[in-house]
């Protein structure tokens, strides 16, 4: 008996830690929906429900940030999924001079993450001609080391009988990549290219050092200019006059573009959950 | 033969070519730009005169504190706490599991900036959801950003919430991997719960725990958009991390040469740390 007492009290501790993880997202919600910015309690806030927050966002703009978002994320994902299985069924299958030591520096690369580099990589991109334009957010975005990595161990597994036969029967090593060993790992691309589009889609820094025009801004960028655009008063840079309008609720707007803008990954987590979990771990343990 | 080779080099080429221009690079256009003072006219070679004013007590090594102390707070939600509630979810079987890493995996697939809206409201002064909890025992209101004793904690504090999410995923994982029979064993023989975490499941999952040492170290340095929309960096440069610091000097100081130098030392410094934990991993496998 005692021991199923501490089994409970422990539950109601995960349940503590889940409700403070939700909460953010919670009063992100009750925010959107409230006429002005009040913390109270969801007993008293039902009470005061508007929908004038959601009526303000400026669809336009933001299908806009959607679009770019789609382009530049779609690209990096698409060109990351292909380059690193490409590379990984390399290093896993093939023989060539060198090897190891290539395959070294992925893993080095794994370790100094883009963000502690951010600096030569901006001034390499600013050198390249590529400031402040598609290229430049997806070009130097492609680096996916972990996902070389990823890939690598999920070719090991592999047995070598069916593409010794294809390539017996005369097939090209690209045939045999493109027609039997890409339809044998799905799973795989399906992993990689969640995780790549993920994170590209989250990443506020790069694409905040390299856009100017609000042309280009993405989803991400959209949002970073509603959190700070509408409290300092500076309008961030430039965009939406419409944001400066006294009348409006700050909070419950930035609230409701949250909500808009995090709902992808979101979903796409939901979808793809399973495939998302086998990845981190993947990517984690076996070494 | 060699066309089997050649072919291996071409499948890896697109993916090297990328890793090395703006993954390998990189570390090297910084080591050299750390050697001159960047001005918007040209470059002059002061040798390791920007190195010499980064060493010294000043801000660069404050920042090193500050991340320091997010790498505590870090540590502490990822190895401790998330291992004690992998181990409490594992009692309650895989089903509990599925559902609750969902719901504390959910702040990490949330852009930062989202829930950062969140805990800026939780934070403000006037209204503020921990202020309107002070008031209601009938405390003064704290200005939670606005003093270094606290904005570094409140800081920590909103980190935290995605800490959680990936610590308990893996361990759950590591968890889910162990024999069964193995543990029921060693409860056969008479050891107690303790006894069993303690000796056995403890020393078996730390692979894993050095995985996330190296993984909490790298979220330490590179705190950033957290920092930018919260504090701004301040009050007076205390919630500055080692990332933000070479973003400040480099775009708020313009001293492009210094926040290089700063890049080299961070990199270095991870590597050297990442190279000492592997190994300790390797043997530990070995």
Same mark, same amino acid.
């Given at each position: 008996m005692v021991k199923d007492k501490a089994k409970y009290l422990i539950l109601l501790a995960l349940v503590g830690l889940a409700v403070w993880s939700l909460l953010p997202l919670w009063f992100t919600i009750q925010t959107s929906f409230l006429a002005k910015f009040v913390i109270i309690s969801p007993l008293r806030a039902w009470r005061h429900i508007t929908l004038d927050n959601w009526a303000f966002l400026p669809v336009g703009l933001m299908l806009k940030w959607l679009k770019n978002s789609i382009v530049v994320c779609g690209s990096i994902t698409i060109l990351v999924t292909f380059m690193s299985a490409l590379a990984g069924f390399s290093f896993a299958k093939y023989e060539f001079p060198r090897r190891d030591e290539l395959f070294g520096l992925f893993l080095l690369a794994m370790i100094v993450p883009g963000v502690m580099i951010f600096l030569p990589k901006f001034l390499i991109t600013i050198d390249l001609g590529l400031y402040n334009s598609y290229l430049g957010m997806i070009v130097p975005s492609l680096v996916a080391p972990s996902a070389v990595f990823l890939s690598r161990q999920y070719f090991m597994?592999?047995?070598?009988d069916v593409s010794e036969a294809a390539r017996l029967d005369g097939a090209s090593e690209f045939q045999i990549f493109r027609h039997i060993i890409v339809p044998l790992s799905l799973p795989l691309l399906a992993i990689i290219s969640l995780m790549t589009f993920l994170g590209a889609w989250g990443d506020f820094m790069w694409q905040f050092l390299v856009t100017k025009n609000v042309d280009l801004y993405t989803v991400v960028m959209g949002l970073g200019m509603f959190l700070s655009g509408l409290t300092s008063g *500076?309008? *961030? $840079?430039?965009?939406?006059?419409?944001?400066?309008?006294?009348?409006?609720?700050v909070e419950g707007l930035q609230a409701a573009a949250s909500l808009v803008l995090a709902m992808p990954p979101l979903i796409l987590f939901v979808l793809g959950q399973k495939y998302f979990l086998k990845g981190l771990i993947i990517g984690s343990v076996d070494q | 033969m060699v066309r089997k080779q050649l072919q291996g080099m071409i499948f890896v080429a697109p993916a090297l070519l990328f890793l090395l221009a703006f993954g390998i690079f990189p570390i090297f256009y910084s080591a050299r730009l750390s050697l001159y003072r960047v001005e918007l006219l040209g470059r002059t070679w002061v040798g390791l005169e920007n190195y010499k004013s980064i060493l010294g007590p000043g801000p660069f090594w404050d920042a090193v504190r500050t991340s320091s102390k997010y790498l505590c707070a870090i540590l502490f939600f990822n190895l401790v706490l998330s291992y004690l509630v992998a181990l409490g979810l594992y009692r309650w079987g895989p089903k509990i599991v599925t559902v609750f890493q969902a719901f504390y995996y959910v702040p990490v697939l949330l852009s930062p900036l989202v829930t950062i809206a969140a805990w800026r409201w939780f934070y403000?002064?006037?209204?503020g959801g921990l202020n309107r909890i002070l008031a209601f025992f009938s405390l003064p209101p704290v200005m939670w950003l606005g003093l270094p004793s606290t904005a570094l904690w409140a800081v920590s504090f909103m980190i935290l919430t995605g800490a959680l999410g990936s610590g308990v995923l893996l361990y759950s994982a590591t968890l889910g991997q162990l024999n069964r029979e193995f543990l029921d064993a060693a409860r056969i023989d008479g050891a107690n719960e303790l006894q069993i975490i303690w000796h056995i499941v403890t020393p078996l999952t730390q692979p894993m725990r050095l995985y996330l040492t190296i993984m909490s170290v790298l979220g330490a340095v590179q705190v950033w958009e957290r920092i930018y929309f919260f504090t701004g960096g301040g009050p007076?440069?205390?919630? $500055?991390s080692i990332t933000f610091e070479i973003f400040h000097t480099a775009?708020?100081?313009?001293?492009f040469g210094v926040a290089s130098s700063m890049t080299t030392v961070a990199t270095v410094a991870t590597l050297a740390f990442a190279w000492v934990v592997m190994r300790k991993l390797r043997l530990q496998i070995g």
């Open positions: 597994q592999f047995s070598d *500076a309008g *961030a $840079r430039g965009g939406g006059e419409f944001l400066m309008q006294s009348h409006l609720n | 403000r002064y006037e209204g007076i440069g205390s919630t $500055r775009f708020n100081v313009k001293r």
